[in-house]
């Protein structure tokens, strides 16, 4: 009966990490999980706990900071960025009027949904453009007249 619960456990605690962001919930269902084979090994409820513990513990202690420091992006990392992470700050040219709800523009070649950084600022055709931010598969521009970082 005990291991049952401890898998109840487990799986409340896997589905409360899928609700956050914080990468350290999954490892208390880990212990919940280890503790659940100790219970069914016939474990006492004191070593259950220990164990709950020492694996829940030593999984954060060791595999959280792995883990996050994976996940940083590039640019935090002092990386090289690739990927969406190297839009921001690339120029453009707009190709339909960037405007608060519509536009296009093409960047190295690639056609992209745009819209006006500010939500006020249109931009006519043939305009250059930087890109400022990435939201999904839109970007937000504003004039190419800010210095290259």
Known sequence: ???LLWIVLAVALAIGEAFTATILII???AGAAAAALSAA???PLLLQVIVF???SGVSVAAI???IVRHAR????AGETPFGIEAMEGAHGTVLDEVGVDRGTVKIDGEIWQAR?????ETFPVGDRVRV??????TVLVWHDDLPDV
């Not at 400022?132 to 598969?137: Q, S, Y």
């Open 1 to 3: 009966m005990e291991a």
């Open 27 to 29: 490892f208390f269902a």
């Open 41 to 43: 090994l016939g474990a």
């Open 53 to 55: 513990a020492l694996v």
């Open 64 to 66: 959280r900071p792995v």
């Open 73 to 76: 992006s590039a640019l935090d």
């Open 116 to 120: 006006s950084f500010d939500g006020k």
């Open 132 to 137: 400022v931010k990435v939201r999904g598969a």
